[in-house]
């Protein structure tokens, strides 16, 4: 190529660049994205640095085989959490959403406190389960005895985490990003660093599990507050608002919510069967490592979930398609640096957390692909639950997560710690492309950028 070809399509690009800047400048729901975002993004660095170095902090402390232990707690209490909000929250950020950019305030606070009321029975009942059942747990399903004191402490965080979460959900309804950040991303991490150097010293993995059950107990209890504050006055009777209207947005959104967080941790459940609480370990921090690719993939959900809501309410598709496409490209060209570093340094990276760590090289690089891909395909999912197409989203996530069933079930006792890596990237995988097709048949929305000429058959 010569140099002046070489000098004109530098030129070229500059424009390109130039024409795209102008393009965003002009779009209004854009700006609002990119503000919103650019804050998320502040504080979901914070919240991201601090839960590293809390995993760090628990690798360093207690060895491959305390860590074990501890994720494999971590990954009951997850589950139970998400049984215990009985998929209120995509649900209540989609009503508070709605009522709020309506002006219904009395609608607003009626179904907050309905929801809540329903998350606490549920996620009351199931800490109490969780705290009497762990010894039969330990033994019988995972049979690690060891494992019995810690599940125990962790299963009683199931409460104060379904409420920090239907808070911070609320409150994204509200457009009150930072206080939902602080909620989800800083808080627990952040007080959990403070508590676990001298409860891990006077009492191992079962101290680190007090630190975690303190962090989130003060965090919900921040969060109680935080929502008074950001929505004043009275709640109206929460029998005034309809519970068949909330309980038909939450029921599919339930499904969705369980199976997403099987997705994310039925791989260690079943390697707490298979394998050692040392290999446990090893994946739980390969897993951890990886979804920091997918970070700034949670940071836009927070900003654009509630301006999908609004612009499916005021039924301006085009302007959803805009939005899922320049918010996807946005997010690969940010997240591409983080991933290339992870994945050409898997195994030195892994070693942060000890030697013990550094096999994990393989499986750290494995789960990147399958994060990639997910931060690729852009906010599809809270697309098609923001726009009614919960029930679709629902079968998507089942289809995915019985296939990841079927293969870590086959791959984990042939291959251990690797088939659950591929079993996960196969399954997060699936689920992402399906739904940016889902999202094209439902809605005649492209999503993803590059995706065009594929879908309309060009």
């Known amino acids: ?72 707690a971590l990954s009951v209490t997850a589950i139970g959490s998400v049984i215990g909000r009985v998929g209120l929250d995509n649900a209540l950020l989609r009503f508070v959403a709605t009522h709020a950019a309506r002006g219904e305030w009395g609608k607003v606070q009626a179904v907050h406190a309905l929801g809540m009321r329903l ?47 239907l808070q911070a959900e609320s409150l994204k309804g509200l457009k009150r990003l930072r206080e939902a950040m602080l909620l989800q991303s800083i808080g627990v991490p952040l007080i959990g660093l403070l508590l676990i150097w001298s409860l891990a010293s006077i009492a ?19 969060g109680i507050w935080a929502w008074r504050s950001a929505c004043g006055g009275d709640a109206e009777d929460a029998s005034r608002y309809p519970f068949v209207d909330l309980w038909v947005s939450a029921k599919p959104l339930f499904i969705i919510a369980l199976m997403n967080t099987s997705l994310t941790w039925l791989p260690m459940l079943v ?34 979930a509630p301006k999908f809501a609004e612009l499916h309410a ?35 990276i892994m070693g942060l957390f000890g030697p013990e760590f550094a096999s994990g090289g393989t499986v750290l690089a494995i789960l990147l692909v399958g994060q990639v891909i997910n931060v690729y395909t852009g906010s599809v999912r809270f697309l098609l639950i923001m726009s009614g197409n919960e029930k679709t989203i629902r079968n998507i996530i089942i289809i995915s997560a019985l296939l990841q069933l079927a293969l870590v079930m086959t791959l984990v006792p042939l291959i251990g710690i690797i088939g659950a890596a591929i079993a996960t990237v196969s399954a997060l995988i699936t689920m992402n492309l399906t739904s940016v097709y889902a999202v094209y048949r439902k809605l005649g929305v492209i999503t993803t950028p590059g995706l065009q000429a594929f879908l309309r058959g060009k």
């Not at 965003?24 to 990119?34: C, F, G, K, S, Y």
């Not at 191992?204 to 921040?222: D, H, I, K, N, Q």
């Not at 994946?283 to 949670?298: E, P, T, Y």
């Not at 598709?317 to 496409?325: C, H, I, W, Y």
């Open 1 to 72: 190529m010569s140099r002046l070809s070489e000098e004109t399509l530098i030129l070229v690009m500059i424009q390109r660049i130039k024409n795209k800047v102008k393009v965003l400048r002009t779009d209004p729901h854009m700006q609002e994205v990119a503000r919103g975002t650019m804050l998320a993004f502040a504080l979901k660095i914070v919240g991201s640095s601090l839960a590293f170095g809390f995993n760090v902090a628990v690798a360093r402390l207690l060895g491959a085989e305390g860590a074990g232990l501890y994720f494999l």
């Open 119 to 165: 998350a606490v029975i549920v996620s009351g009942v199931l800490s109490l389960f969780g705290f009497f059942a762990a010894g039969w747990m330990a033994e019988t399903l995972f049979q690690k005895p060891e494992l019995a004191e810690p599940l125990r402490w962790m299963s009683l965080s199931i409460l104060p985490f379904a409420i920090l979460n």
């Open 204 to 222: 191992g993995v079962e101290g680190v599990s007090w630190g975690y059950l303190v962090a989130t107990t003060m965090v919900a209890l921040l």
């Open 271 to 304: 390697l707490g069967v298979w394998v050692s609480a040392a290999e446990v370990g090893v994946f739980g921090a390969a897993n951890r490592l990886a979804l920091l690719v997918s970070f700034l993939l949670v940071t836009l959900n927070n900003v654009v």
């Open 314 to 348: 005021k039924d301006d598709l085009k302007a959803m398609g805009q939005l899922a496409r320049r918010s996807a490209a946005m997010l690969t060209l940010l997240a591409s640096p983080l991933f290339l570093l992870l994945f050409i340094f898997s195994e030195k």
